[in-house]
């Protein structure tokens, strides 16, 4: 392995269930999201493109898209 590949390990952020620990647990997880880029994707503010679709990386329309 070279020191350009970097290793990333899947954590969970562990809820217990009670709906109390619901609030604290629901900012962790949104603050993971927004660090890791799609916290957008997760609340709705952007939408994902259909598989089906054809998206150019030259035109500035579709980067957005490209990006989601």
Known sequence: MSKDEEI???RVIPFSGKTEDFNMWKMKFLSRAKNRGFKD???GTTTIPKES???DE???NDKPMIQA
């Open 41 to 43: 994707v997760l609340t």
């Open 8 to 10: 990333r390990a899947i």
């Open 53 to 55: 679709e054809t998206l």
């Open 58 to 60: 030259n035109n500035a």
